[in-house]
């Protein structure tokens, strides 16, 4: 049943970023007029660099694919860590609307990073402490 439930998790995220991902590199879907005040400003501030969007829409796209074909997935995992933090935070500061799928794709992620019996004993590697367990070895 877990196991069902983490290719299930891992499909659906893959999906998410591979389609917006690209979406957003093709640019098939034109960006909203109506944003509040606080994201256009945002927006318009990223939109400015004239690197981030690009730059984000391929690192989307990539780890969609990761995580579609099953390789590198923990990799994926931690790089999209940064990017779904930043979606649910817009989301929740700045366009409360969107905060119900920000929570979804929140969920699936933690679910694969920490719970997956198949990724999570990577991903938790990243969060050893050799100092700590030196000294606790040590006693």
Do not use: W
């Amino acid at each position: 049943m877990k196991t069902k439930l983490s290719f299930a998790a891992r499909i659906l995220l893959g999906l998410i970023f591979f389609v917006f991902g690209l979406m957003g590199l093709l640019n098939l879907y034109p960006p909203p007029t109506d944003l509040p005040e606080k994201l256009m400003a945002f927006t318009k501030g990223l939109m400015a660099t004239g690197y981030f969007f690009p730059f984000l829409k391929v690192t989307e796209t990539l780890c969609g694919l990761l995580l579609l074909s099953g390789i590198f997935v923990p990799l994926a995992l931690v790089v999209l860590a940064p990017i779904i933090l930043n979606i649910f935070m817009l989301h929740a500061f700045l366009e409360p609307s969107g905060l119900p799928l920000a929570l979804f794709v929140g969920l699936l992620e933690i679910h694969l990073a920490f719970f997956s019996e198949t990724f999570s004993p990577i991903v938790k590697q990243i969060f050893r402490c050799p100092k700590m367990e030196a000294k606790k070895a040590g006693k």
